[in-house]
């Protein structure tokens, strides 16, 4: 491969606060970013790696992603929920059903996520950012695997899902109907970074055969190349 998953960036109005809810609910200490805004390290060599960076953009409209938050043992769901209220998260309605189980919350800048109960199979051993769930379609699945080099591990009715080998986070797309896209950038999108060795650009020629498109005449003020997947969402490859 050429490129890893170094980070999901998450725009934000007060990226220390928010960091430090989203520090509070998964129980992990943050650290400055050397390049920009604030990072969430992982706890360990499969998680996700947060990165909230400042915007002065509103949010207007329902995020393409979304955590899904695993529970591991009875109890743990009701326990994420009360912690996650409490440093500053709420109750939102996106249309759940009661009999689905999953508890429907936005952070402190509106950002949704789910909390799920225990005994979800699916997410078995993920770790506790169980699966970043992304609108999207079947071929978009097809790309990220490629890109990332991570298995499918679900390819069903135009439902796809990609896991790393060294196992964690799950990413999903739900396939069709998609949401409509507003006029926004996305709030929360992909950083990766060039494997050791391997020039940026490189990277960004395998991307663009493998279905991506480049987004502007050149790199970003950090010197990341921004880019879109085939369904449009945008994401930076670093220098």
Request: proline share 8%; net charge negative; with cysteine.
């Amino acid at each position: 491969m050429t490129c890893h998953l170094f980070a999901l960036c998450i725009d934000a109005h007060d990226p220390l606060r928010l960091a430090r809810f989203w520090s509070g609910v998964l129980g992990r200490e943050l650290t400055e970013d050397p390049r920009e805004g604030v990072l969430l390290p992982p706890d360990d060599d499969a998680s996700l790696r947060l990165r909230f960076v400042p915007t002065r953009q509103p949010k207007t409209v329902q995020n393409r992603l979304h955590f899904d938050l695993a529970s591991a043992a009875e109890g743990d769901q009701q326990r994420t929920v009360a912690r996650a209220l409490e440093l500053g998260g709420r109750h939102i309605d996106v249309g759940q059903r009661p009999e689905e189980g999953h508890v429907v919350l936005a952070d402190p800048e509106g950002n949704e996520f789910c909390v799920i109960p225990a005994g979800n199979a699916f997410l078995a051993g993920c770790g506790v950012i169980g699966a970043l769930a992304c609108d999207g379609s079947q071929q978009v699945g097809y790309f990220w695997s490629q890109a990332l080099g991570w298995p499918l591990v679900w390819d069903q009715d135009e439902e796809t899902a990609i896991q790393s080998p060294r196992g964690g986070t799950k990413i999903t797309w739900g396939g069709p109907p998609l949401m409509p896209r507003g006029g926004d950038r996305d709030r929360l999108r992909f950083d990766l970074a060039p494997d050791a060795g391997v020039p940026q650009e490189t990277v960004v020629e395998r991307l663009v055969s493998l279905g991506a498109a480049r987004l502007g005449p050149g790199p970003d003020a950090f010197g990341a190349v921004r880019m879109t997947d085939p369904d449009g969402n945008e994401f930076r490859v670093l220098a």
